[in-house]
């Protein structure tokens, strides 16, 4: 992580060691997702993405090059059996072969006669432009073979890849079995469409796996292409680019056929495939339109067939693009980058409300991104990458939200308490810029300081009750309170009868309007601590207890803020000559009180404060502690009734 970032993180109050933590649990979940996926642990999820996005987007117009004939339930009823009989199917071949197709691809398994016709299907098979099929089978069953009089330049293997999940979505061009090679039936028909334009495959001059065939560069499909991990990749391998979820190319029956009720153009110079598409004949499969298809949810493999051959026809002449796959280093670096994305985009926002919407968003842009390609033949990992980003993101949020937590601990422990809930909402929002490492450093700023005292506290205090006292006490500090509070300050300590308020912190003012401001807000509370003071003297009266006189003393200037002490115990110091000459100011002369509540000032402070007041001037005073004298002025007043807002 850059110096940068990690800066970023110190801003929000993260000390090294969490960074650490927080970096290695990060660490931990991508690579822990990386090796779930190089032992295929996402497969599946990755195949159900690669579903999606095929079903997504739009589909081609049906292959205008080919055309199916379907053996359809009406063919099966029309004809009285099943399998059809092979004078039922010579005679489709016949009527076929008259139209001039370029090619006739006969997806039906010939190894044993099917009478009557049988002599006639023969016939029929030496058209050289008649491919016919085998099944190659596997290791522990023994395939179907081909028609025993067509030679093996007309055969095709006609097996399907399945994947785990049971779908059809690789295409197998080539498999040698004892070094000998076999075609496929849809390679097959296709070699026969190229070959009439001269259009022939050839090792590929760039790849030593490869061919180039036409205008398409031919790579061979791995086990860790896209999101594969644990497929078999035995063979030459293309992944399966389906043209359409509806009919691939035009579809007629059998009988439509035979009875010559479809135009000689339908066949001439195209590609015929011949197959069941009856349920019955349970040559069905599924594909990755499946789970959108409610009724008929697999496809005739006639029509899968058709769909490789219609692939092979694009992408020979240009039209489409073959799926092209990152090397398992760029996808590696793929999720790893996402997930760290997701870190850094998290710890960038400030708003914790806003971070429920970032990994939403963040996922949104990386399956926007990931569909484009998928649109241009690039299948990237999409769940890897989702993992990484969601799980990562998710970590620091917590683990923001931790911090978020123990910074509003902190914050409001030292002043939350003693300030208006606009100062403290005010503190919270800016806790990023004011803490550092669980703490609020030092800082030089303007502001206002506010000390209050009550005069002859000692003498009162042996004439009541202790519980009493208290009681009385609190109800003081209480309305003294409500007046900083109401005049955006906070109250910074309670010194048994009196208090220590300061207007302008921790926030600094940067201007000298906003110090103004400050320095006006103090001298309004106190007039109000003075209103408050006689109301409560009349209260007080009635129910038989000490009146009390109180004195205030004001000043602004340079002070440092912050908090003092360790993390187990802390507190936010006000420190500065400003701070000692206003608690000057309140204890100078204390015979000096004429009203009960008496408000010294200086002239540093006079100079920020509009014309409103009436001062009365002491003079030049020497101060305790001070060896320079200050000018002092005592508020009298208001020269007119307050202002609802304080000047700007």
């Known amino acids: 992580m850059s110096r940068k970032w990690l800066e970023v993180f110190k801003n929000k109050g993260a000390d090294l060691k969490e960074i650490i933590a927080c970096a290695i649990a990060n660490a931990s979940i991508i690579l822990g997702i990386l090796l779930l996926k190089q032992l295929g642990g996402l497969q599946t999820l990755e195949l159900i993405a690669f579903d999606v996005m095929v079903r997504l987007r739009d589909d081609l117009e049906p292959d205008p090059r080919l055309l199916i004939v379907g053996i359809t339930e009406e063919d099966i009823l029309a004809f009285n059996r099943w399998p059809l009989s092979d004078e039922v199917i010579a005679q489709l071949l016949d009527r076929l072969s008259q139209l001039q197709p370029q090619a006739i691809g006969l997806d039906i398994y010939r190894d044993i006669p099917y009478e009557p016709g049988h002599q006639s299907l023969i016939q029929q098979l030496d058209n050289p432009k008649i491919i016919t099929i085998k099944a190659l089978g596997d290791s ?34 080539l498999a040698t079995i004892e070094d000998e090679t076999f075609y496929s ?28 065939w036409g205008r398409a560069e031919f790579l061979p499909l791995h086990h860790t292409s896209g999101g594969y991990q644990t497929i078999d990749d035995q063979g030459y391998q293309i992944l399966l680019d389906y043209r359409s979820r509806k009919a691939v190319a035009r579809v007629v029956s059998v009988s439509q056929v035979i009875y010559g009720n479809i135009p000689p153009s339908w066949v001439e110079d195209k590609i015929v495939l011949i197959g069941t598409i009856a349920p019955s004949g349970k040559d069905l499969f599924l594909t990755p339109y499946s789970p959108s298809r409610r009724i008929s949810p697999k496809m005739p493999g006639v029509l899968i067939h058709a769909q490789m051959v219609s692939q092979l026809l694009d992408a020979v002449a240009g039209e489409r693009s073959l799926f092209v ?27 914790p409300l806003v971070w429920i919407f970032c990994p939403p968003i963040m996922l949104g842009i990386l399956w926007v991104g990931g569909f484009y390609l998928f649109l241009n033949s690039v299948w990237v990992p999409m769940i890897a990458p989702s993992l990484t980003l969601l799980f990562t993101s998710v970590i620091v949020i917590i683990y923001l939200g931790f911090r978020a937590q123990r910074q509003q601990q902190v914050v409001m422990g030292l002043l939350g308490q003693n300030a208006s809930p606009e100062i403290a909402k005010a503190l919270w929002n800016s806790r990023d810029r004011l803490m550092t490492n669980g703490k609020l450093p030092g800082e030089k700023l303007v502001a206002t300081m506010l000390f209050t005292d009550i005069r002859n506290f000692s003498t009162i205090s042996e004439q009541i009750p202790p519980e009493q006292l208290i009681e009385w006490l609190n109800q003081y500090l209480a309305t003294l309170t409500q007046c900083v509070h109401s005049h955006r300050g906070i109250i910074n300590k309670f010194m048994g009868d009196g ?105 540093q402070t006079l100079v920020y404060l509009p014309d409103v007041f009436d001062l009365e001037s002491w003079g030049f005073i020497p101060l305790k502690g001070k060896q320079q004298l200050i000018d002092v002025y005592r508020i009298v007043g208001w020269q007119s009734p307050p202002q609802a807002e304080h000047p700007k």
């Open 140 to 173: 522990d069953i023994q395939g179907t073979p081909a028609p025993p009089t067509v030679p093996p330049n007309r055969v095709g293997f006609n097996d399907l890849l399945l994947d785990p999940d049971g779908v059809v979505r690789r295409n197998l061009m």
């Open 185 to 212: 039936f849809s390679m097959q028909l296709a070699l026969r469409y190229w070959q009439k334009q001269g259009i022939n495959p050839t090792n590929s001059p760039l790849h030593p796996d490869g061919i180039r």
């Open 325 to 351: 796959f990152w090397p398992q280093w760029t996808e590696l670096i793929w999720a790893i980058v996402w997930g760290v994305a997701g870190v850094m985009v998290v710890v960038v926002v400030r708003h």
């Open 499 to 603: 208090i220590m308020a300061a207007f302008g912190v921790p926030i600094a003012r940067t201007t000298d309007a906003e110090i103004a401001q400050d320095a006006y807000a103090a001298v309004a509370c106190a007039l109000e601590m003075r209103d408050r003071l006689i109301e409560l003297n009349k209260l007080w009266q009635s129910q038989n207890l000490p009146l009390i006189e109180m004195r205030v003393g004001i000043f602004t200037g340079p002070l440092v803020a912050g908090s003092l002490g360790s993390r187990d115990r802390l507190e936010y110091g006000l420190l500065g000559d400003s701070v000692n000459i206003a608690s000057r100011l309140e204890s100078c002369e204390k015979d000096r009180q004429s009203e009960p509540c008496r408000i010294l000032t200086a002239y």
